[in-house]
Structures are given as C-alpha cells and as structure tokens.
C-alpha cells in the first residue's frame, strides 16, 4: 500500500508532509519503481538514485511556476509520479502511455523535452533570461548528471552561465556512472569530492579530531588522506566553477532529506548561478541494480527476486556479431581502435575493450568530438571503428562533413541502432540517418540485410581505405542466420538480386529485405511474380541492378528510415539521371513525422513498415485489389 504517495495529486501536496512522512513517501516510490519497470522495462537505475532528490526539489520549489528542467530526462519517474501522473505510470513506455522522458504534451510539468544528454543548462540558461525579460518571478532548475556533463554542449552552457549572470540553479546530480563508469579529468575530481558527502554537516568535525588525535590506526589514516584527497579536489572544483562565475555549494549527500531540503531552501534565495553538487547513489534501494548499475541502466522486464531479465533474446544481436567481428580483426590488424561515446556496453564495445584496453576509448557523451578524434588517428593511419547509435551521431553532423568527409578520412562509423528503437521514443528512433549521412560526398553507405552480411561489411569496410565509410544496422537481434567462418570483403556499390521478377520488383534495404522476401514468396504462390533486390550499398548506389529492376516497369521500395531523402529517394535520383520513362515507383518508409514510443512490431504496422502492409501496397501496385 502506497498510503502516502496516494494521497500526493500534485507537489502542493507535498508541502504538507513531514521529514518522516516524505522519507516514507520515498520509499513507497522506489518500491512502485522496481514494480513498475519490472514488467515496463526503463531507466530504472538512474530513476532509484533521485527519489529523494526529486520529493527535496518539488518540496522546495513550485512546479509549474518553478521550472525543473531534466538532463536526459531518463530520471523523470519520480517527477512524473509526484505531478499528478502516478495512475498512468503503469503504462509508461507503453504505445499511447507515459514517455519515459520529459514531454511538454503530457503535463504542465514537463517544461523541456529531452532524451538527449547535456541540454538542460542551455535550456534552462534561455528560460532564465526570457523570464528576466518578461519581467517575471520564478526560478529555474536543470539538473544534470555528471555523465551528462561531459559533453560539449553542457559546458557550452555553464560557460555563458557563468558570464550572464541570471538566476539559474543547476543540480548535478553526481552519482559517479554515466550508463558505465564515468570517464575524464573532471569525473576524477567529482569523484574524489563525492566521498566528502559521506561525512554530512559534520564533516568538519571529523577533520579537526583526525588531525587532532596522535595515533590514527590504519583506518582512520585511509579516512584521513581520503579526505585530505577529497578536500583538495574540492577546492580545485570550487575555483574552476568560481573561475567562471558560477557559485558552487556542495558536496550534499542526495539521500539525506534533511540536508537536502536545508541547503536548497537556503540556495533557493540566492541569486546568480549557483551550481549544487549533490552525491547519489545509482541504483539506491534495489540490490541487483545497485551491485550493478549499468545492467538496470536502461533495463528490459525482469523478475524483482532474482533480478534477471524475463526476456532473453534467442538469436545473437547485431551488437554482438560487431563485437565479435572486430575482435577478430583486431587480433590480426593493430591498427584497429575502438571508439564509444559514453556506451561501451549499448555498443558491444565493452567486449573489445576487455581484450584491447589500450585501443579503446569511451569519450564519454561527446559525439561530436569522438568523430574528429577518430579523424585524428584515421590520417595517421589508424583504422578508427566509432560505434554510435543512429540518434546521437546527429550531434556529429558537421564533424562528420567538416573533419572526416571533405579530407576524405577513413573513419568507419558503426552505426547501431537504425531505424524504430521502439519504447524510449521520438528522441531515440534513428530514422535519419540514410537521409543526413546520403546527402555528404565521399561516405559509402552500407546497411546488411542481415548478421552474417554484417560482419562481411565490417570485413569490407577494414580493407577499404580510400575514405569513410558507413554500416548501419537494428536494435537487437538478426535474423537467426548462421554465421560464415571466413570474413570477406563484398564489392562496394554493389547490390544483390535475391530473386527474380516480371511484374514488381521490391528494392529494399538493411531491415526490410527479409520482409520483402517473405512478400514475394508469398505473392508468387498466389500467381504472381515479384522480383527483391538486396541494395546493400545506399551510396554508391547500385545503379545498374536498379536500372534493371525497372524493366518491369513496377519498383517498391522499403526501407527503416524516413522517406525525405532516403534510400527511396536516391532511387528516383537514378532514375531521373538517366531519364527512365514509363515506370511507376512507390516508396514504403517511416513518415515525415516523429514517431512516438511503444513496441517496435506495433509502431512498425502503424506506419506501414511490416509484411502486410508491404504486400497491401504490392497488390495495391499490381492493381489487384
Ligand atoms: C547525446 C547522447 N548520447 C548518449 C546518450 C545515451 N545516454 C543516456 S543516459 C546516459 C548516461 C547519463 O549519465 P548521467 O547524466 O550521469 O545520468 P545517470 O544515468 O548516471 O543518472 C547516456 C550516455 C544520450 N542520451 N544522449
């Protein structure tokens, strides 16, 4: 029973309540959390480490006057359970049910979408100076993690912060992980100060007896240089956000109600930037997710006694096949580096990095420089492997043009991933891909119909040296195809004509092959002949295997990627080149819209992108019904 959280339909009602009742209240939530996402899937680890952070900030300020602006917005449960959301949190993640993140259509809380890292002070800093504009009275508070904060773009932030000089509280919400460890020179002095909060308010204390008393013991030696450690980092913290005009206050432990509401209460009344430094615990409250933060980072359904997943996939992933393929490359080519923006795990590259340590780099969340670092060692001569989902190289757009494609750098970009990622939504969904990578001159863009293509285009795209190159491919698993022993390079710009045709051909690429083989399997014991192209390659395009197809003067193409500019796209492109008459093209793709979240099979049949809708547009094309 919930007794508190039920009676809690907004965070006015939080006011009421007293430090025992929110302690409580903080405990019911985490136990509705694990419940919750044990049959939803979601961020479970992150969202455990802020409930009390979350209850301490709603008591504190006034949403939705206040403004708390989430980093990621990964961590929003316990905000959304408290604004009036808590009997729709059974449907969280679900198709037409709560987002897993922050959106502005779903409540007057939610001041900023995200899903993206390190754009809540940029955000949070332009509210600021629009309310000091208007004239208005409110406060502003983004919260970041310290994962979130190692990219650019938060720093970008703090440092016009710091020079504007507005109201603005940012919250860092330190709990040492990004999904995995946290990486870089700052994280090591966070962390060297995290230990600091272990000591509360009387930390000061402890100091002055340790150093007072003549004989330490081992341990109390440990505690003394590790605060001798903690204090010097701390120092050097606070100069660095001083140095830029931000106030810093902190460490405060995040779990201790009674600090937290006294030093916001306080912060609250000061004026400036002010950036608090609060320390938590990933995974705080469930053993599993605590021992092992980054497995319930982002966690699928599990079972809450034992902590394993309820769903085990049955076929190998793509991730996997990469890992496996690059190792194997690894050991014979050494000039072979693996790079990850901050998923070393979501990548596979984790693997690589147990048997190659020092050719593997997490970069932590820096899209943008992981690719002109991987254009650094590319022109001397290494062969940079940068895996990143398909959603979060959009951070790298220009990178990619500016310091990989016009210098013509063999940088290979793994991209995981593509097309509907399913439950985490709009921001995840890597639609775009095809359409942003096809319109830059010197890529060549591959995506495999399968696992065992994939690891023949890893092979490929390591002999292939003469600029970047591209390999996209799904979330999750393949298609349960065996593997081929030996790894060999395919043709690039070349195509495959799986099966022949004389009245339809259907031109598909990376995810929709198989499903347009099925069609056509399908539609040939019903009379009719339908003829399927693997593109394989969406840049160079496989001209002449296209021209071919529209003999039969009817083409389908299928693709998991927006129809703007898509594969289906560079289809026409060809055919206006050499001016083909008398052909009737359709384009089956994800739509000019974004896509909300749910399962990957049912958002797929929304938009069209499964066998029957395939095969209702074949017919449709073949005048057949
Ligand atoms: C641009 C971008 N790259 C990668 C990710 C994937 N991602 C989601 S959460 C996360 C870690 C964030 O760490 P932190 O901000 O410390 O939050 P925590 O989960 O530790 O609470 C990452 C890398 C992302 N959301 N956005």
């Not at 340590?357 to 492997?385: K, M, N, S």
């Not at 929304?606 to 395939?614: F, K, N, R, T, V």
């Amino acid at each position: 029973m919930a007794e508190i959280l039920n009676k809690i339909n907004s965070p006015a009602d939080l006011k009421k309540l007293g430090q025992e009742e929110l302690k409580t209240l903080a405990t019911e939530i985490r136990k509705l959390l694990i419940q919750t996402v044990s049959h939803t899937g979601g961020h479970l680890a992150s969202n455990l480490g802020v409930v009390e952070l979350t209850i301490v900030l709603h008591r504190v300020f006034d949403s939705p006057k206040d403004k708390i602006i989430w980093d990621v917005g990964h961590q929003c449960y316990t905000h959304k359970l408290l604004t009036g959301r808590k009997n729709y949190f059974a449907t969280l993640r679900q198709y037409k049910g709560l987002c897993g993140f922050p959106q502005r259509e779903e409540s007057e809380h939610d001041h900023f979408n995200t899903g993206h890292a390190s754009t809540a002070i940029s955000a949070a800093l332009g509210m600021a100076l629009s309310r000091d504009f208007k004239k208005e009275k409110h406060k502003i508070i983004a919260v970041v993690g310290d994962g979130s904060l190692t990219g650019g773009m938060a720093f970008e932030g703090l440092n016009q912060a710091g020079a504007l000089k507005r109201d603005l509280i940012i919250v860092l919400n330190d709990n040492k992980m990004s999904i995995s460890k946290n990486v870089g020179g700052l994280s090591v002095h966070l962390n060297e100060i995290s230990s600091l909060s272990l000591f509360d308010r009387s930390r000061r204390l402890v100091w002055i007896w340790i150093k007072k008393t003549p004989y330490f013991g081992k341990l109390l030696s440990k505690i003394a240089e590790y605060l001798r450690i903690g204090y010097r980092s701390l120092l050097k913290i606070r100069v660095f956000f001083e140095q830029i005009g931000i106030k810093y206050v902190g460490p405060v432990n995040g779990h201790n109600l009674a600090e937290m509401l006294e030093i916001f209460n306080r912060v609250k009344n000061l004026s400036g930037p002010i950036l608090v430094h609060v320390v938590t615990q990933k995974g705080k409250g469930y053993k599993f997710a605590e021992k092992n933060p980054t497995k319930y980072h982002s966690a699928s359904s599990f079972y809450i006694h034992d902590g394993k997943w309820s769903k085990k996939p049955q076929k190998l992933t793509y991730t996997e096949v990469f890992a496996r393929t690059l190792i194997k490359l690894a050991r014979e080519n050494k000039k072979i580096v693996g790079i990850t923006a901050a998923m070393p795990d979501g990548t596979g590259l984790a693997k690589f990095a147990q048997e190659f340590p020092d050719r593997f780099f997490d970069v932590g969340i820096a899209e943008q420089h992981a690719t002109t670092f991987a254009a650094g060692l590319a022109i001397r001569g290494f062969r940079p492997f940068l895996a990143i989902y398909s959603t979060f190289l959009q951070r790298a757009f220009d990178q990619i043009i500016h310091d990989v494609a016009l210098q013509n750098l063999p940088v290979i970009f793994m991209i995981d991933r593509a097309g509907i990622v399913g439950d985490d939504g709009p921001t995840h969904h890597g639609n775009f891909d095809l359409s942003y990578l096809r319109l830059i001159p010197n890529l060549v863009i591959s995506t495999p119909k399968d696992e065992n293509e994939l690891q023949h285009l890893i092979k490929t795209a390591e002999v292939y040296k003469k600029g970047p190159f591209v390999c996209r491919y799904p979330r999750g698993e393949g298609v349960g195809i065996k593997l081929d022993l030996e790894l060999k390079p395919l043709p690039i710009g070349k195509g495959e004509e799986l099966k022949n045709g004389q009245d339809l051909y259907l031109l598909a690429c990376g995810s929709m092959v198989y499903p347009c083989l099925t069609v056509a399997e399908r539609l040939e014991k019903q009379g009719m002949s339908i003829g399927v192209i693997n593109a394989r390659f969406i840049k160079p395009l496989d001209e002449e295997l296209i021209l071919k197809a529209t003999k039969c003067e009817r083409v389908l193409t299928v693709e998991e990627n927006t129809k703007v500019g898509g594969f289906g796209s560079a289809v026409l492109e060809v055919l206006e080149k050499y001016k083909v008459k008398n052909v009737r093209v359709e384009r089956i793709g994800i739509p000019d819209s974004f896509i909300p979240h749910g399962s990957p099979e049912l958002l797929k049949k929304e938009i069209g992108l499964d066998e029957e809708s395939i095969q209702k547009k074949a017919l449709q094309m073949l005048e057949k019904v």
